[in-house]
């Protein structure tokens, strides 16, 4: 069973373009998260989305950013206009339900998508 | 604000020893927490797994201990090898929640 799948592995960006991350879960789970991790620091949760909807968004910027999950294909983290400031790690976790303490809640990371902006 | 921390940055054990990660955490509806083990340029790989109703849950080499009196939490890995040489995190989920709150990492590097 392949894990969570993310491309590109590494981005690079100039200021003001557009970067789109791609995450494709586990075969069988449906729920998906992103986080962000800068530079020697832990990851921060940004967007929780289920097939077609985003349950949970409260930690991604409200601008410039966007995700999403459609029926099918992969879900996309989308950054509009990049700064320098969004240099970073982007990890992408699935699970089968959503949740804690069951094993089928344990999130399951993918290897990230190292964004450069230039 | 409520937070998962670590006490130490860096943790330098010699092959075979046993070696102890420690954290804290602040959030008191916290009841469910995870470590996991990220090497250099890859995902965070899930290592093991405690719910608040259990003070110590065992794996392979791996204990994790859980202190909710003082909120602290800690990793033990037993003969540790060059291949545990990685950055641990401590990771916690509120109650009902499913954002795992992460904390900032402890260094582990394991000398010959």
């Known amino acids: 069973n392949a894990g969570v799948m993310q491309n590109p592995r590494h981005l690079v960006r100039r200021r003001g373009q557009e970067a789109r991350l791609r995450c494709s879960p586990m075969k069988g789970h449906s729920h998906v998260y992103w986080y962000r991790q800068l530079p020697e620091e832990g990851l921060k949760f940004m967007v929780y989305l289920q097939k077609e909807n985003i349950i949970d968004e409260s930690g991604m910027p409200k601008e410039r950013f966007s995700a999403e999950f459609p029926k099918e294909g992969p879900s996309i983290l989308r950054i509009q206009q990049v700064v320098r400031g969004d240099s970073a790690a982007y990890f992408c976790a699935s699970s089968i339900t959503p949740g804690q303490g069951r094993s089928t809640d344990t999130q399951y990371f993918g290897p990230g998508t190292r964004l450069t902006v230039l | 604000g409520e937070s998962v921390g670590l006490h130490l940055p860096t943790l330098s054990v010699q092959e075979g020893d046993n070696s102890i990660i420690n954290c804290a955490y602040s959030?008191?509806?916290?009841?469910?927490f995870i470590w996991y083990k990220q090497e250099s340029g890859k995902g965070p790989q899930f290592i093991i797994d405690?719910?608040?109703?259990?003070d110590k849950r065992q794996g392979q080499r791996v204990t994790v201990l859980l202190n909710k009196t003082v909120k602290h939490l800690s990793l033990q890995i037993a003969a540790t090898q060059p291949g545990d040489s990685a950055v641990y995190f401590c990771a916690d989920l509120p109650n009902s929640g499913y954002a795992l709150n992460f904390g900032k990492g402890t260094s582990l590097l394991v000398t010959p």
């Open positions: 405690i719910r608040s109703n259990m």
């Open positions: 959030n008191s509806a916290s009841d469910y």
